[in-house]
């Protein structure tokens, strides 16, 4: 089970380790398109810029990787996670926020940046579904990045449902 940016370090393991990767849950993953995707969509800066664009704009500048719970850096890790493109028919759960909570964190964006956002976040939940033949997509109902503690229940079914996939094989 992974969270957030750990699914880039899932990816790297399950590249090295195949053989012993059974399953994988997906918990509100990053992409490694996540940045690069996110960039053009941002408007040339202006003294005008509202507090959620100033955030926006600070968090896909911001290099100190020391700031990340993860402890990690993010470009590198996403460069090598992009080289994995398939589990195969590894069972892969991926948990994704709430259409609700995309527009809600979308709020306070100029109109053509939310509408870019959310064709992005369709995009990279469809990118994650393709990784397994064997893939399914579960929608929380409130939570957006904090989806392990605002709705652990749905995060331990995801991960009951895969261990009985698994034990099923």
Do not use: C
């Amino acid at each position: 089970m992974s969270h957030g940016a750990s699914a880039l370090a899932a990816r790297l393991f399950y590249r090295d380790h195949a053989q012993n990767s059974a399953g994988l849950v997906f918990v509100e993953p990053g992409v490694p398109t996540n940045r690069q995707d996110m960039l053009p969509l941002l408007p040339p800066e202006s003294a005008n810029d509202g507090q959620t664009v100033k955030s926006w704009r600070a968090s896909l500048f911001n290099t100190d990787w020391s700031a990340f719970p993860e402890n990690m850096d993010w470009d590198t890790s996403a460069a090598q996670a992009a080289k994995v493109t398939s589990l195969g028919n590894t069972p892969l759960i991926v948990l994704w926020m709430s259409q609700a909570t995309i527009d809600g964190y979308n709020q306070g964006l100029p109109a053509n940046l939310a509408d870019g956002m959310k064709q992005l976040d369709g995009k990279w939940e469809r990118d994650t579904k393709k990784l397994s033949t064997t893939s399914e997509v579960r929608h929380g109902t409130v939570s957006g990045y904090g989806l392990p503690t605002q709705e652990a229940p749905l995060v331990v079914k995801a991960i009951l449902d895969m261990l009985q996939q698994v034990k099923s094989k």
